[in-house]
Nanobody, 115 residues
Framework: QAQLVESGGGLVQPGGSLRLPCAASGIRFSAARLGWFRQAPGKQREFVAGIDNTGNTYYANSVQGRFTISRDNAQNTVYLQMNSLKPEDTAVYYC?????????WGQGTQVTVSS
């Protein structure tokens, strides 16, 4: 049974940092294209960062230079390191694993940036 589980969310002050891990099970993790998305209240879910199975990374303009995505295939985990956080980064963050056969999502973790 495929499962993605995010953690690491919470309340952080502007300028602070958080690291979000997403642990996967039941999928061919090393073959998957992995990504992080977020959804703020009243807004559509948007792409944040992605990493393919060769390690190439991709970022939304709004997080370029502040966020870093990485993957550990031995641990079946994808990470999102978020630095210099802003109030507009407040959202529920979801990880995604894309394979030719299917598309998998986690349940999300809340990140709130506020003083």
């Amino acid at each position: 049974q495929a499962q993605l589980v995010e953690s690491g969310g919470g309340l952080v002050q502007p300028g602070g940092s958080l690291r979000l891990p997403c642990a996967a099970s039941g999928i061919r993790f090393s073959a998957a294209r992995l990504g992080w998305f977020r959804q703020a209240p009243g807004k559509q879910r948007e792409f944040v960062a992605g990493i393919d199975n060769t390690g190439n990374t991709y970022y939304a303009n709004s997080v370029q230079g502040r966020f870093t995505i990485s993957r550990d295939n031995a641990q079946n985990t994808v990470y999102l390191q978020m630095n210099s956080l802003k109030p507009e980064d407040t959202a529920v963050y979801y990880c995604n694993a894309a394979l030719p056969s299917n598309d998998y999502w986690g349940q999300g973790t809340q990140v709130t940036v506020s003083s």
